[in-house]
């Protein structure tokens, strides 16, 4: 999925590039040194947002830029926006310091929701705070979902609802028209008033410009009159033009041709006057043709200002006014045709809903399954989940309230999990949910950002094994503190930092199997020793082991 990232002055990295690997990469280091800000880089590049307290001190701006593999779905939102690619993209973010940024696809610049849609379902960060998610009951619903996966079933749910939720709006609205006698009467006066106009749409405008021209048409007349008479009096334009053409009457090849250019330009200036003479008649309104027009301006302007509305608005006033009238008439069939609606809506709905709480419920028995499975792995070898159902209100996501109980020991009954999980505990079901979900939904790049927090010894080895699984069909990235998760990776990153005099640089480097064992056995046993080296190379022979079985 993402194949390199390049980074330059992004908070304390001053300029590193590095190349990932398909299957599990891990990032190790001590606190603080860094490591969380390469998974900060790739958000930004899948859609998170930039802030110039990201740049790096003393500099105008930081640049992120990584290249992806890309699959249909993406490559179908690509084409769509008419950018050009093929099976790999260049995603480029620059933030500056005066709040600018820029994002590329390609080199094409994009907005931020298009690369977050681009990437929203493919790149998956998981991160401590996704415990909290996982703790808190109206979000296990959202997980059964997801488990469940009938996308189709739950539109038609929420579609069905939002049209009960419409049907009993508009019956409250029609109760709460309250229509006395004497305000239909008054309607049907306001009615006959607005009919009585015989408005139309297109009328004032043209009135207008009638009105203007009769206004300008005495100007008009007058300069018209007087340009017309300077051309065709007796002593005119006209009849000088053609006593000076009598006057070159030579026999001369060049006064000849001037005479003809000049018996052409009569005969064009004789047109173009004429057509003078048809305007000047087209404007010639008459006194009782423009009183029409100002009396019919008058009615209108009148009932703007009664109504204060424009001439379509006015003409929507009366449709609506007789929808009123007819509502106050017929109140008893219209109430009851709204209740019918809504009870047919609502019947629709509970129909949905209840197939969707069946499916639900039958979905509930196989994650169960499926999940006690995964937790086999992950060194909780006694868990129990139950799926509890409660009736509540319809709602846009159907009628179960829905909860997960567990239990994490021998003989103990399942408890709501906020009550009865530890820390430790909460980061693996949290694992084994995401090796469950990650690969039905279509994740191809999981990032994990120290949700190992709590956890040691075996538990931390299973968690290294399983984090490897999920990598054989899904690029996993994994920051840990963990030599146990460590051990597993197929490429091990060391993030470090150093100083000078005025800054602080965080640097990556890549870990042969030589440096890899010293900061295993570091992360071990925090001291490198002949012992704690060799704890180290036992435990990736043992974790190498078990890739190399699994395959």
């Keep these: 999925m993402i194949k390199s990232i390049y980074i330059k002055d992004y908070a304390i990295i001053d300029r590193t590039r590095l190349e990932f690997v398909d299957g599990f990469t891990v990032f190790i280091g001590e606190t603080g040194a860094g490591k969380s800000i390469i998974v900060g880089a790739i958000n930004l590049l899948i859609g998170g947002r930039a802030d110039s307290s990201f740049i790096r001190q003393g500099q105008d701006k930081a640049e992120v830029e990584g290249i992806f593999t890309i699959d249909d779905r993406m490559g179908a939102i690509l084409d769509e926006a008419e950018i050009e690619h093929d099976d790999e993209i260049i995603v480029y973010r620059k933030i500056q310091n005066d709040a600018k940024s820029t994002i590329r696809v390609n080199d094409r610049a994009v907005t931020l929701n298009f690369l977050q849609k681009l990437f929203k379902t493919t790149v998956d960060i998981h991160s401590q705070k996704d415990s909290q998610f996982l703790l808190k009951a109206q979000n296990h619903r959202l997980l059964l979902d997801l488990y469940l996966d009938d996308k189709e079933l739950l539109k038609e749910v929420n579609d069905s609802y939002a049209r009960y939720i419409e049907n009993k709006r508009l019956y409250e609205g029609y109760l709460k028209m309250n229509d006395s006698e004497s305000d239909i009467e008054y309607y049907r006066y306001q009615i006959k008033e ?6 139309d749409l297109n009328e004032e405008e043209e009135l207008l410009r009638k009105e203007k021209l009769y206004k300008d048409h005495k100007i008009y007349l007058d300069h018209l009159e007087r340009a017309l008479a300077l051309y065709s009096a007796e002593d005119g334009i006209a009849s000088r033009l053609y006593e000076a053409q009598k006057e070159l009457d030579f026999d001369d090849d060049e006064i000849k041709e001037i005479k003809e250019k000049i018996n052409d330009d009569y005969y064009e200036l004789e047109d173009l006057f004429e057509r003078l003479k048809d305007f000047l008649r087209k404007i010639d ?9 100002q009396e019919r301006l008058f009615t209108i302007n009148k009932l703007k200002r009664k109504y204060r509305k424009e001439i379509s608005d006015i003409l929507k006033l009366k449709d609506d006014l007789k929808e009123r009238i007819e509502a106050y008439e017929n109140r008893q069939a219209i109430l009851d045709e709204y209740e019918r609606a809504i009870k047919s809506s609502y019947d629709a709905y509970l129909e949905k809903a209840e197939i969707l709480s069946s499916k639900r419920k039958n979905a509930a028995k196989a994650l169960k399954r499926d999940i006690i499975k995964e937790m086999d792995g992950l060194e909780l070898r006694y868990f129990d989940l139950d799926v509890i159902f409660k009736n509540k209100e319809a709602s846009s996501d159907g009628i179960d309230d829905i909860e997960f109980y567990i239990s994490t020991n021998k003989g103990e009954a399942p408890k709501p999990l906020i009550k009865i999980a530890s820390g430790g505990e909460i980061s693996r079901i949290l694992l ?5 979900f990650t690969k039905a939904s279509g994740i191809r790049l999981a990032i994990f950002d120290e949700i190992d927090t709590g956890v040691s010894g075996k538990a931390a080895f299973a968690i290294g094994e399983k984090m490897s699984k999920i990598s054989k069909d899904t690029q996993v990235i994994a920051i840990t503190h963990l030599a146990q998760v460590a051990a597993f990776a197929d490429e091990t990153c060391f993030v470090f930092k150093s100083e000078d005099a005025v800054h602080t640089t965080s640097s990556i480097s890549h870990l042969d199997d030589d440096k890899l064992v010293q900061e ?16 180290a190379r036992e435990l990736l022979a ?7 079985a699994s395959k």
């Design 520 to 535: 295993l056995a570091m992360m071990a046993s925090s001291d490198i020793t002949n012992s704690s080296k060799e704890v």
């Design 285 to 293: 309104i008459s006194e009782e043709e423009i009183d029409t027009v």
């Design 194 to 199: 607005i009919e009585d106009a015989k408005l």
């Design 432 to 436: 084994g949910l995401k090796a469950l």
């Design 542 to 548: 043992r974790a190498r082991e078990i890739k190399n």
